[in-house]
């Protein structure tokens, strides 16, 4: 069976993320299996470049996992002759220099989220990518979730009806790191590193809404920094100038509104760390990371509200559960299959940088609206 092996440059597995999903439980996790099959029978095996701004820590996870290539030196990896793609997983406000490196080389581009700090930069991305002939991809991991999987199942098999809307809650409480160490890195709280969960959250729930429901049309948001002041991974106290929650409504194509909280500041009370309710008039549904639970409308109880007595209703045992029917892989991993097979075989690859931009846009329109408290009506974007 022919192989084929692909370069690829990641910037940012020092991180959390970076390490952990993309390198870890994707890159390695492919070449592990033996790479990824096309059509006529190649496989695609990775082969993993580090860089980064610390050498140490590059040395390190090389080491932890028997690689020999990495470096400091962005300029010098992107001109390896075997290098053919380009990954970033660096924070927001370092990515538009490293993505255009890359481009300006001749390399693919597969990068985490937000594309950019502005419509104009993500933009100007788009524009080069394009200009360049390259194929440009964006992490969007939340559609290859199993419990989001399992809601566009439903969809797709016409079990809402008309949906009418769908509300959304996201988050948890991320430590102060005074007299407990935070569990996010300091940078998302400062807005000179390209902080804030409006930036980082709304470029997902713009794809999750349109590539499931409908496009956004408008928005509605009310960021907040609810805690100004936390303890870095140094121990020295810093201003978190960065917005910590964001509150929107975002309404969709067909009159569908969508209500999405997000926020580092609330403590968890539901199954899982991210639930969307979907309503429609024939049924109802609630998917989370792995598990989606639905109700149709032939088995919807008929609660009457009465304050003088307690409520009888068993609610959530009135739910069944959507089936795996299927084997779910690691999310980030299926999308990384999906983009060697686009860059290799051609194949097509749906989450490029013209979806980033519209991520970008619905952020910076949020921030937007919770400035000056309006609604905030989205016009279309040329990428």
């Known amino acids: 069976m022919p192989v084929r092996t692909v370069g690829i440059a990641m910037n940012g597995v020092t991180g ?14 492919i070449r592990d299996q033996g790479g990824v099959e096309l059509p006529d029978g190649t496989r695609v095996v990775p082969e993993p470049i580090l860089v980064g701004r610390n050498e140490t820590k590059l040395r390190d996870i090389a080491a932890r996992h028997g690689l ?21 997983a660096q924070v927001t406000s370092a990515r538009e220099k490293g993505i255009l490196a890359a481009i300006a080389a001749g390399k693919h581009v597969y990068t985490e989220k937000p594309l950019a700090e502005s419509v104009e930069g993500a933009r100007a991305l788009a524009r080069a990518a394009r200009a360049a002939g390259i194929v440009d991809g964006v992490v969007m991991d939340k559609l290859f979730l199993p419990g989001l999987r399992k809601l ?32 996010r890195p300091s940078w998302n709280y400062r807005a ?25 049309r408008a928005v509605t948001a009310r960021v907040a920094t609810h805690i100004p002041e936390r303890v870095d991974e140094s121990g020295r106290s810093y201003v978190a100038d960065a917005d910590d929650a964001a509150y929107g409504i975002f309404e969709l194509d067909g009159g569908i509104v969508a209500q999405i909280n997000s926020s580092w500041c609330v403590r968890v009370n539901r199954d899982e760390l991210v639930e969307f309710q979907v309503d ?21 109880p008929k609660p009457v509200w009465n304050p003088d007595l307690a409520t009888p ?25 999906q983009y060697l097979r ?34 905030v009506e989205i016009p279309a974007v040329d990428a």
Request: charged content about 25%.
């Open 68 to 88: 020999d290539r990495y470096g400091t030196d962005l300029a010098a990896v992107l001109a390896e002759p075997d290098v053919e793609v380009y990954f970033d």
């Open 16 to 29: 959390r993320m970076g390490y952990r999903q993309h390198l870890v439980r994707s890159i390695l996790a």
């Open 192 to 216: 000179a590193d390209g902080g804030g969960i409006a930036l980082d959250m709304f470029a997902h729930w713009n794809y999750v809404l349109e590539d499931l429901f409908a496009p956004v």
């Open 342 to 375: 686009a860059v290799v075989a051609g194949e097509p690859f749906r989450y490029d940088f013209a979806a980033a931009v519209r991520g970008v846009q619905l952020a910076e329109l949020g921030y937007t609206s919770s400035r000056e408290g309006r609604r």
């Open 152 to 183: 566009r199942r439903l969809i797709d098999g016409g079990f809402f009806g008309r949906i009418l809307s769908i509300r959304g809650e996201f988050g948890y409480w991320v430590f102060e790191g005074d007299w407990q160490s935070a569990q």
């Open 313 to 337: 209703e068993p609610f959530r045992e009135q739910w069944q559960e959507v089936p795996d029917n299927e084997e779910f892989d690691n999310g980030f991993k299926v999308q990384w299959e």
């Open 280 to 300: 429609g008039t024939h049924g109802s549904a609630v998917a989370g990371l792995r598990r989606c639970r639905f109700q149709h409308r032939a088995g919807t």
